[in-house]
């Protein structure tokens, strides 16, 4: 647990002192490329939701929460975003989980680095963005995402992680880090890659130490990530006694659960979705 205190609810949200970001992106992200399709929309009914300045430990982020309205202590699922921040597709993935009973609450990880809402370069926001963000500030703030929503009245004995992308990246991380955790799920999450002095391991060296039960969902015609390197996390996992499930689409790429991106894949999405909310509910997240 942090050593630093949340604000109480009806205090003055904390200084934003360096945080470039104060509030969260309006529609979709202008960095990715968009599908002709509609991307699918989920209705606020029967929903409490919103933007909060969530406190972290040197200021607020800006936040998304959706939970389901009247209910007591909701199971929590935090939700982690893509590179691209917490735009609308982010927005709707936490509504969908609202209507599933869940309390879902997506923290914008890159507020302090750079305006998400106005860069409009996939390869700009990885090298001037994604590469300058510290593993040790995004887990603490995912420890605090965490710290908020319990202080909101959601179920401590209850909380999973959800993240596509590079938030699958750090879903593995988060699993490996913090103990409250019951389930996590990553979409195409790395889990090898390049290292450096702020990030300074990947997922797979890591592995050993899950907190969690871990279901990893993944596009077989996805160039980004390779299934040996999947499976070597898995392996090591397991022969630590830890739980991994992957699930390969063979016809799925990358980021085939973005319904705003060309890479959409329904039926393989859909599928997914599936895998994940059963994932949840079967070790007891819902």
């Given at each position: 647990m942090p050593e630093d205190k949340?604000?109480?609810?009806?205090?003055?949200?904390?200084?934003?002192?360096?945080f470039v970001m104060t509030s969260l992106i309006t529609?979709?992200?202008?960095?990715?490329a968009r599908a002709q399709a509609a991307p699918i929309h989920t209705d606020a009914n029967g929903l409490d939701l919103g933007e909060v300045a969530m406190p972290v430990a040197d200021g607020t982020l800006p936040t998304y929460f959706a939970r389901p309205a009247g209910v007591a202590n909701p199971p929590i699922v935090v939700v982690v975003e893509e590179?691209?921040?917490?735009?609308?597709y982010i927005k709707d993935v936490c509504r969908r989980l609202a209507k599933q009973g869940y309390f879902a609450i997506a923290p914008e990880l890159y507020a302090r680095l750079a305006d998400l809402s106005k860069m409009t370069d996939p390869q700009e926001i990885v090298a001037k963005v994604i590469s300058k963000a510290p593993d040790?500030?995004?887990?603490?703030?995912?420890?605090?995402?965490?710290?908020?929503?319990?202080a909101q009245k959601g179920d401590a004995d209850r909380v999973a992680v959800l993240g596509f992308c590079r938030g699958g990246r750090d879903v593995w991380l988060f699993a490996e880090h913090d103990k409250r955790?019951?389930?996590?799920?990553a979409f195409y999450g790395?889990?090898?890659?390049?290292?450096?002095?702020?990030?300074?391991?990947?997922?797979?060296?890591?592995?050993?130490n899950l907190n969690c039960p871990l279901l990893g969902l993944y596009g077989g015609r996805d160039p980004s990530i390779h299934a040996t390197d999947v499976y070597a996390a898995q392996a090591k996992a397991a022969a630590a006694g830890k739980?991994?499930?992957?699930?390969?689409?063979?016809?799925?790429?990358h980021g085939f659960h973005a319904d705003y991106r060309p890479s959409y894949n329904a039926a393989d999405a859909q599928a997914a979705w599936a895998q994940a909310l059963a994932w949840l509910r079967k070790y007891d997240i819902g």
């Open positions: 949340l604000a109480s609810p009806g205090l003055p949200p904390l200084g934003r002192r360096g529609g979709f992200t202008l960095a990715a590179i691209f921040g917490v735009h609308e040790a500030t995004m887990l603490s703030d995912l420890s605090h995402t965490v710290d908020w929503a319990i955790l019951k389930a996590a799920v790395p889990v090898a890659g390049a290292t450096s002095a702020i990030q300074p391991v990947n997922p797979i060296t890591m592995a050993a739980t991994v499930e992957i699930i390969y689409y063979p016809d799925a790429g």
